[in-house]
């Protein structure tokens, strides 16, 4: 989950964050979390687009914004629950959501879907409701190092500048959705610990987050590790309330969210054609494709409202428009780009 206010310089890390993570699957080995499917598979799926937002944040050529609202309208169609727009912060740290008012004032909002924004302070929330916003979300991370370099403070100091944010909400009757970036990995730290996590969700679930998106920001999850990091969130908030949001830098998505909608989560972020990538390492995949997601859980049976058709066609646009191949597998095994 990219949702920060700037970007940390790619050449940091490199390649040398595989190395780094290899320690993952070694830790794995030696200390092996129990996988139980504790709840039965759950018949609906509600999946949240990112796309729009943290997908193209990503993208270095700015996208012409009647691409961003065609995208939108698109992906409206297609039956997507939620999708986020765009985010509220300063053009300065990203560029690419410059034209937020734009964008929100042009897409054709569709009765039953939801069109959050980020706002990562008051400011960006006052902006957010003057440009018609109904829904937002704030972003915290589980790692200190993560939060200081990406946000220039700690992780109790950007909770504690969450609340004006909350507090401004609540008088305005705005529904606040919550993510916490660095689940099961930072790049600074190595693993993070998941009673750090299970903290940091309980604060914004606490000060009335309705909804916490869990982030394996870099990807570096393994079914292993997003077990036992479920498991020690999900005795602090209710699993009713918690989502994953699942980078596929090492190809372990799909799996880590089949283990979540065993564990009885029930909400999922994804991007359209796997827009995003990861800025800690050069070449890595970023965001799960929604196609991809969309394509599991109905193969499991599992209701999710949406159209894969139509979906693929919103990812077929994009790509065209900022001229990649799409990241789905299914896209590209139905030739859809």
Avoid at 40 to 53: F, M, Q, Y
Avoid at 266 to 283: E, F, I, K, M
Wanted: aromatic fraction near 6%; include cysteine; hydrophobic fraction near 40%.
């Amino acid at each position: 989950m990219a949702a920060a206010m700037r970007f940390v310089n790619r050449t940091t890390f490199r390649l040398g964050m595989g190395q780094q993570y290899l320690a993952f699957s070694s830790a794995a080995k030696e200390k092996t979390a129990s996988v139980t499917a504790v709840h039965a598979l759950p018949k609906k799926v509600k999946i949240v687009e990112v796309g729009p937002r943290d997908g193209l944040q990503n993208e270095k050529t700015v996208v012409p914004t009647e691409a961003k609202i065609s995208l939108i309208d698109m992906l409206s169609e297609s039956g997507l629950p939620v999708i986020e727009a765009t985010s509220f912060v300063s053009p300065k740290w990203v560029p690419q959501m410059a034209d937020q008012v734009e964008v929100m004032k042009g897409i054709n909002k569709k009765p039953g879907v939801s069109y959050p924004v980020l706002t990562p302070n008051l400011k960006g929330f006052q902006a957010a409701l003057k440009a018609g916003a109904s829904e937002v979300a704030i972003f915290g991370a589980a790692s200190e190092l993560f939060s200081k370099k990406n946000i220039n403070c700690s992780v109790e100091e950007s909770l504690q500048r969450f609340e004006e944010v909350m507090k401004a909400a609540k008088e305005a009757a705005v529904p606040v959705r919550g993510y916490v970036s660095c689940v099961v990995g930072c790049p600074y730290e190595g693993q993070v610990a998941p009673e750090k996590v299970a903290h940091v969700a309980k604060r914004l679930y606490s000060m009335g987050c309705y909804e916490i998106s869990l982030g394996d920001t870099i990807g570096v999850g393994t079914p292993g590790s997003m077990t036992k990091m479920l498991e020690a969130v999900s005795k602090e908030v209710p699993v009713s309330a918690l989502a994953v949001h699942c980078h596929d830098t090492y190809g372990q998505a799909l799996a880590n969210i089949l283990i979540a909608l065993q564990m009885g989560i029930s909400v999922v972020d994804s991007s359209v054609a796997g827009l995003g990538g990861c800025p800690y390492a050069q070449g890595a995949s970023g965001n799960v494709a929604t196609e991809d997601v969309v394509y599991m859980l109905h193969g499991l049976g599992i209701q999710t409202g949406v159209d894969l058709s139509k979906l693929m066609d919103a990812g077929a646009f994009i790509c065209r428009t900022i001229n990649r191949k799409t990241s789905s597998k299914v896209a590209q095994a139905t030739c859809k780009l």
